[in-house]
């Protein structure tokens, strides 16, 4: 469960990466409902089961928002670095880059959702605002309430109206009802969730450009002094600040980029670990191994060896 701290995700991630596009957000569940609008915009009600088929159980990268409702069941889902236990009538949201992976909570065999996907082409349509929306969804879930889920509900007629009674002027209908439905999605996270004060949109602003920096450098610093000089600011004052948005440190946010790209290429590529340790710069293949034993409690080898897919629970937090 997410901490008291304010939530802060990855508002981008460099390393090369599974993308979760619209087109392949209908692979999740199996025989699902599903309303399509090209390949920008999709609806889709089926029930996800813990057979080890789910492409979210390794991290993906989010190309565009999606929107998941849990109906029946519970799910462990989490974006960049933090967990939320989805349960039912929980709304959860993940904008464009965000790192997301999925896994099924003890006792749980499958799960009844509802998800909403649209391409970062209709979100340029609609003039989605993603830094806005950062600050607002800090947070990435709340719990609906009668409201909120009849108001959904009326959206979800309406696009599938549109959808299917397609005609040239399609698209455009459906940014209008999107940015209409944003505006009251917005509205719901302020009456149910955290609404940030001006300080903490001032300090969220600074972190959002630390984490792109480490996005951008962290296979070659991995000290915060570098980044902090990057950003004309003290160690002390970056960390403190850092500290104050995510409930993370910023080492713990440096490590977590570099442990999850050195998974990722464990997992995902044939490269040798003496290839991969000097790829992200590390001196040797021995200073490596101590790295990443240091922060995952397993070797690199040991990585490797385990069975695909992975749960969210191999990729924790640093020691």
């Given amino acids: 469960m997410p901490n008291k701290h304010f939530h802060y ?30 390949d920008d915009f999709c609806i889709i009600d089926g029930m996800l089961y813990d057979d080890n088929s789910t492409r979210l159980s390794f991290p993906c990268r989010v190309d565009g ?6 109906l029946d069941g519970a799910l462990g889902i989490s974006v960049g670095m933090e967990k939320y236990c989805v349960e039912k009538d929980c709304f959860i949201i993940c904008l464009p880059g965000d790192i997301v992976e999925m896994k099924f909570l003890q006792d749980t065999r499958m799960v009844k959702v509802s998800v909403m996907a649209l391409s970062n082409r209709l979100l340029a349509e609609m003039e989605f605002d993603l830094p ?14 009668l409201r909120y889920r009849t108001l959904i509900g009326h959206f979800r007629n ?18 209008y009802i999107l940015r209409s439905m944003n505006i009251e999605i917005a509205n719901l996270w302020t009456t149910l969730g955290h609404t940030p004060s001006r300080n903490e949109i ?17 296979t070659q ?17 970056l960390s403190t600040a850092v500290k104050a948005v995510s409930g993370r440190s ?13 998974k990722y290429y464990l997992k ?17 293949q021995m200073d490596f191994y101590r790295y990443f034993l240091r922060h995952t409690g397993i070797t690199p080898t040991q990585y490797r060896r385990q069975p695909l897919p992975e749960h969210i629970a191999d990729l924790e937090e640093p020691i």
């Fill in 9 to 38: 995700t990855f508002s981008r991630y460099i390393c090369i990466m599974k993308v979760m596009t619209v087109s392949k957000i209908k692979t999740l569940s199996r025989k699902p409902v599903v309303l399509m609008q090209g």
């Fill in 132 to 145: 806005k929306s950062r600050m607002v969804f800090m947070n990435r879930m709340v719990h609906t309430n």
């Fill in 268 to 284: 995902q590529s044939n490269l040798t670990i003496k290839s991969i340790a000097y790829d992200l710069h590390f001196r040797n």
């Fill in 65 to 70: 928002l999606v929107c998941l409702y849990c």
């Fill in 221 to 237: 610093h991995r000290d915060v002094a570098f980044y902090a000089s990057q950003l004309s600011l003290s160690v002390k004052y």
């Fill in 158 to 175: 309406l696009f599938r109206s549109v959808i299917t009674t397609p005609h040239e002027d399609s698209i455009k209908s459906m940014s």
């Fill in 250 to 262: 910023a080492t713990q946010w440096i490590i977590f980029y570099v442990i999850l790209e050195a």
């Fill in 202 to 218: 001032h300090s969220s602003v600074l972190v959002d450009q630390f984490v792109n920096l480490v996005a951008m450098h962290h």
